[in-house]
C-alpha cells in the first residue's frame, strides 16, 4: 500500500513529506540515474550501426535521392529534440520537482523504444514511424538529461560531486560507443531488438525511481516562460534544420550551403535565437538564466563542452566512415559485416574513457576541475595529430593506442568539466543549469555532423573525381558514363560507406550491365574503392582532424580560464561573511 500510495502521489503530483536521505542514498540515486542516462546515450547511438538492417526491414532504400531525408532524420531527430528540449525540462524540474521530471522521462522513454519495437509499418510510412517515435524517445531522453545531473548534485556533498558526476558523465560518453556495438550485434539477429533491449531496463528504472528517488531541493513555484520556450524551440530547431540540409547536394552543388531554404534556415534560426536572448533578459522569470554566465566557471565549461563535443561527435562519424568504407574491406571483411567490426575496433576509444573519467572526477573533488579538464582537452588535441600522421591504410596496434589515448584525454576532461559546471550554480538554479549544459553538448553532436561532413565531402570534392573516373575507365566502363558518374556529389559514397554498403555497387546501379563479368567483379570487389578512396580520403580525414585539434585546443585554454576550484556555496558563504566584517567596522566608525 506504502508503494502504491508513492506511486499514485508521484503520477498525480500530491504532496507527500520528503523521505530523510539515509546514508546510502546517494548511491542509490548515481546508480538509477546512471542507468538513465546510459539508457538515452545507448539509444542516441545505437541507429548509427543498425541502420542498413532497420532500412532492409522496412524496405525501404535511404541512399535513394528520395529517402535521403529518412535517412538524416532517423540519426538526428533525437539529437535535435533532445537539444531544444533539455532546459525546458531542466526550468521544470526546478519549478515542480527534479525528481518528478526525471521519473516522467523515464516513462515516456520506456513507452516510445517499446512503440518502436512494435513497428509493423512498411516503406515510407513505416520510416515516418520510427522518425516520430524517435522524437518521443528523446523527448524522454531531454526529461533524463536535463534533471539527472542536478538530481545527483543535490544528494552528494561537494567533496564527493566530481567522482559522482564523472561516473555518470562517463558513462553517458561510454554509452555512445557501446550503443554502436550493441547495434552491430542485435540488428542482425532482428532489427527490432535495437529498440526492445531498452524496454526491460526502462521499466525496472522507472519502478526502482518511482519507488526510491525523492525530491532533496526546495521546489520554486514560478510562471513558465512561454515566450521564451517558443523562440528558444523555433530558433534552435531552424538552426538544426539548416545545418541538416546543408551537407546534401543542391542543384549541381556538392552542398546546400547556397540554397536559399538553408540560408532561410540558418539566417532565420539565428535571429530568432537572438529575439529569445533579448526576450531572456526582460521576463522576470525566464527560461533561459543569461546571467549564470556571468559565473566564470559556468561560462568557461560550457565553452569547453560546446568544443570538446564538436570534435568528439565528429570523430565518431568519421571514424565509422575510416573503418567501414576504407579499412575493414582492404581487411577482408564484406561491406555488410563492417558496422559490426568498426563498432568492436572502436572498444579502445570506450576504454579510454572507463580508465580516466571515474579517475579524475574522483582527484578533481580534492584538486579543482581547472587541471584535469585542460590537461584533458591537451591529450585530446595531441591524439588528433597522431591521427593524422596515421596512414589510411593503418597497422591497428597503432590505432588502437591513439583512440585509447583519445579516449583518456576526453575521459580526463568529461568528469571535472560536468562537475565544475554543477557546483558553480546556486541550488535553487541546478535544474536549468544542467538543462543549459546539456544543450550546448547535444547542440553540439548535431553542428559536428554539419561541420564535419562538410570538411569530408570538401576534401573528396577536390580529388575523388578525377581518381574515380580513371578507376571506372580502367575497367571497362564507357568514358562519357564513368564520368557522369565521378562528378556525381560524394556525399552518396559518405552515406554508402556509412552505411555499410558497396558504394560502387551503389554508385553504378543500372551500368553494371554494360560490362563483364569480370569487369564488374573488379569495380564492386573489397578492394577496388577502398584503394581507390584512400588518396582523397587522407586529404580529407587531414582537414577534419586539423579541425578537431583547434578545437580541443580553444576547449583547453577555456577550461584555465574557469578559475581555481570553485563551490557555489563556498562562494556565497565568503561574500556573506566579507559583507557581515563590513557591517561590524561601520559600526565601530559610527560608534568612534
Not at 126 to 152: D, T
Not at 160 to 172: C, K, W
Not at 332 to 346: D, H, K, Q, R, V
Not at 444 to 464: C, D, E, N, P, T
Request: aromatic share 10%; charged share 10%; with cysteine.
Amino acid at each position: 500500500m506504502k508503494v502504491a500510495a508513492a506511486l499514485a502521489g508521484r503520477f498525480l503530483g500530491t504532496k507527500h513529506p520528503p523521505v530523510p536521505p539515509t546514508a546510502n542514498y546517494k548511491w542509490v540515486v548515481l546508480s538509477n540515474t546512471t542507468i538513465g542516462v546510459l539508457l538515452a546515450t545507448i539509444n542516441s547511438s545505437i541507429l548509427l550501426i543498425a541502420l542498413p538492417d532497420i532500412f532492409r526491414g522496412i524496405h525501404v532504400n535511404p541512399l535513394t535521392p528520395g529517402n535521403t531525408n529518412y535517412l538524416l532524420w532517423m540519426i538526428l531527430g533525437f539529437l535535435v529534440v533532445t537539444a531544444v528540449l533539455v532546459v525546458s525540462f531542466g526550468r521544470l524540474g526546478d519549478i515542480y520537482g527534479r525528481v518528478r521530471m526525471y521519473n516522467l522521462g523515464f516513462a515516456v522513454f520506456t513507452l516510445f523504444s517499446l512503440l518502436l519495437a512494435a513497428t509493423w509499418l512498411k516503406g515510407s510510412a513505416g520510416a515516418l514511424w520510427l522518425i516520430g517515435m524517435r522524437i518521443g524517445q528523446g523527448v524522454g531522453g531531454a526529461m533524463l538529461f536535463a534533471n539527472s545531473g542536478a538530481i545527483i548534485t543535490d544528494a552528494f556533498p561537494e567533496n564527493q560531486r566530481g567522482l559522482a558526476l564523472g561516473i555518470n558523465g562517463v558513462a553517458a560518453i561510454a554509452g555512445s560507443f557501446m550503443g554502436l556495438i550493441l547495434g552491430g550485434l542485435l540488428a542482425p539477429v532482428e532489427w527490432r531488438l535495437v529498440f526492445l533491449v531498452s524496454v526491460p531496463f526502462g521499466l525496472f528504472g522507472t519502478f526502482w525511481a518511482y519507488v526510491k528517488l525523492h525530491d532533496l531541493s526546495e521546489r520554486r513555484p514560478a510562471r513558465i516562460d512561454w515566450l521564451g520556450n517558443i523562440t528558444f524551440a523555433v530558433g534552435l530547431i531552424a538552426v538544426m534544420i539548416g545545418i541538416t540540409y546543408g551537407i546534401q547536394p543542391y542543384h549541381g552543388h556538392t552542398m546546400s550551403w547556397t540554397s536559399p531554404k538553408v540560408l532561410a534556415e540558418l539566417i532565420g534560426g539565428t535571429v530568432m535565437l537572438a529575439i529569445f536572448c533579448v526576450i531572456e533578459t526582460r521576463v522576470e522569470q525566464p527560461m533561459f538564466h543569461l546571467q549564470l554566465f556571468r559565473i566564470r566557471a559556468f561560462a568557461a565549461g560550457n565553452l569547453a563542452s560546446l568544443l570538446s563535443a564538436i570534435g568528439r561527435g565528429g570523430l565518431q562519424f568519421v571514424l565509422i566512415i575510416w573503418l567501414q568504407g576504407v579499412w575493414l574491406p582492404e581487411h577482408g571483411y564484406s561491406f555488410a559485416s563492417t558496422p559490426l567490426w568498426a563498432g568492436i575496433y572502436m572498444v579502445p576509444l570506450t576504454a579510454g574513457f572507463l580508465i580516466a573519467g571515474p579517475l579524475s572526477g574522483l582527484l578533481s573533488d580534492r584538486y579543482g576541475a581547472r587541471p584535469f579538464a585542460t590537461a584533458g582537452m591537451l591529450v585530446a588535441a595531441a591524439s588528433f595529430l597522431l591521427l593524422q600522421r596515421l596512414p589510411v591504410n593503418f597497422s591497428y596496434a597503432a590505432f588502437a593506442g591513439v583512440l585509447l589515448l583519445n579516449g583518456i584525454g576526453m575521459g580526463l576532461f568529461a568528469s571535472p568539466n560536468r562537475a565544475g559546471i554543477m557546483n558553480s550554480l546556486p541550488p535553487s538554479q541546478r535544474g536549468v543549469g544542467a538543462g543549459m549544459a546539456a544543450t550546448f553538448q547535444n547542440s553540439a553532436m548535431v553542428l559536428s555532423i554539419g561541420i564535419f561532413f562538410s570538411l569530408m565531402i570538401v576534401g573528396l570534392a577536390a580529388h575523388l573525381p578525377a581518381a574515380l573516373q580513371s578507376g571506372l575507365t580502367a575497367h571497362g566502363l564507357p568514358a562519357a558514363e564513368a564520368s557522369s558518374i565521378a562528378h556525381l556529389p560524394p556525399v552518396a559514397s559518405l552515406f554508402a560507406a556509412f552505411l555499410g554498403y558497396n558504394p560502387v555497387g551503389q554508385l553504378l546501379g543500372a551500368h553494371l550491365h554494360q560490362l563483364t563479368a569480370s569487369q564488374a567483379a573488379a569495380l564492386t570487389s573489397r578492394s577496388f574503392f577502398p584503394r581507390l578512396i584512400s588518396g582523397p580520403f587522407s586529404s580529407a580525414l587531414n582537414v577534419a582532424f586539423t579541425f578537431a585539434f583547434i578545437a580541443c585546443l580553444i576547449a583547453a585554454g577555456a577550461s584555465w580560464l574557469r578559475g581555481g576550484k570553485y563551490h557555489y556555496r563556498d562562494d556565497e558563504r565568503e561574500r556573506t561573511e566579507r559583507r557581515a566584517s563590513g557591517a561590524v567596522a561601520n559600526a565601530e566608525k559610527v560608534v568612534r
